[in-house]
C-alpha cells in the first residue's frame, strides 16, 4: 500500500495533524520524508500507535433479566481487579445471548479495539464475550495492540462440560425464539431437549 500523506492519516487516526507531529516529536511515529521534505506515514506503524484515550475496558454479559445477579457480581470482580492494578478503567455490560454479534456493548468494544483506544481488555471467563468467535475478537485484539486477559481461566473443564454448556445455550436461544408462538407443543419439545443436553 502507498504511503500517506499526513491529512490521510489524521483522518484515518481520527487526530488533527499537529497530533500526528506531536507525536513525531515524542518518537512515537516516524514518518518518511518525500524529496521535498513531505511527511508520508506507513499504515501499519499508524494504527499500532495508542491514542491518548486508551484505557482498560472490563466487558461483562449474562444471556437474561433473571442473571442479573450474576451480571452485578462479575462487574464488581472486574472493577477490583482493574483497581488493584491501578489502571483507568471503563465497564462495558451486554444483556444477550452469547451466540448474538449484535449486541450493543460487544459492537462499541470492537469499534474501540480498532481504532486503538483500548490498552488491554479484561474478562471475568472466556465465553462472557461470545459464546463462540471469541477467538475472531482475540486476534483482532492482537492485531490492534490490545492485551487480552482472563480472570479465571479454568483448564478443569472437560470437552463433556463444554460441549453440554454449548448445547444448554443453544436450545436457550432456540427456545426464546419459539416462546413467541407460546405453542405448547413447542414448549414440550424444549423441555425434551433440555433433559437430553442436560446427560451429558
Known amino acids: 500500500m502507498s504511503k500517506l500523506s499526513i491529512s490521510e492519516a489524521a483522518k484515518i487516526k481520527g487526530v488533527s495533524a499537529s497530533t500526528l507531529r506531536r507525536w513525531e516529536l515524542e518518537g512515537k511515529l516516524i514518518p518518511e520524508r518525500t524529496a521535498s521534505g513531505h511527511r508520508r506515514y506507513d499504515l501499519a506503524q499508524l494504527l499500532g500507535i495508542k491514542s ?4 482498560t475496558i472490563g466487558y461483562c454479559r449474562v444471556s437474561s433479566y433473571d442473571q ?3 451480571l452485578a457480581r462479575q462487574r464488581q470482580v472486574l472493577e477490583l481487579f482493574c483497581a488493584q492494578n491501578g489502571w483507568q478503567y471503563q465497564i462495558i455490560e451486554d444483556l444477550g445471548s452469547g451466540l448474538n454479534y449484535s449486541k450493543k456493548g460487544l459492537k462499541r468494544l470492537i469499534r474501540l479495539i480498532v481504532d486503538s483506544q483500548v490498552e488491554r481488555l479484561v474478562l471475568t471467563h472466556k465465553d ?5 468467535g471469541s ?3 482475540f486476534s483482532l485484539s492482537e492485531h490492534f495492540g490490545t492485551e487480552v486477559l482472563i480472570i479465571n481461566r479454568t483448564e478443569d ?6 460441549l453440554a454448556s454449548d448445547v444448554l445455550e443453544i436450545i436457550t436461544v432456540f427456545s426464546a425464539r419459539l416462546s413467541g408462538s407460546r405453542s405448547h407443543k413447542n414448549k414440550k419439545i ?5 433433559n437430553v443436553a442436560a446427560k451429558f
Not at 462472557?128 to 463462540?132: H, Q, T, V, Y
Not at 473443564?157 to 463444554?162: L, Q, T
Not at 424444549?190 to 433440555?194: D, R
Open 157 to 162: 473443564v472437560s470437552f463433556e462440560e463444554d
Open 190 to 194: 424444549v423441555e425434551e431437549l433440555k
Open 128 to 132: 462472557r464475550l461470545l459464546r463462540f
Open 68 to 70: 442479573k445477579d450474576d
Open 52 to 55: 491518548e484515550l486508551s484505557y
Open 135 to 137: 477467538e475472531l475478537i
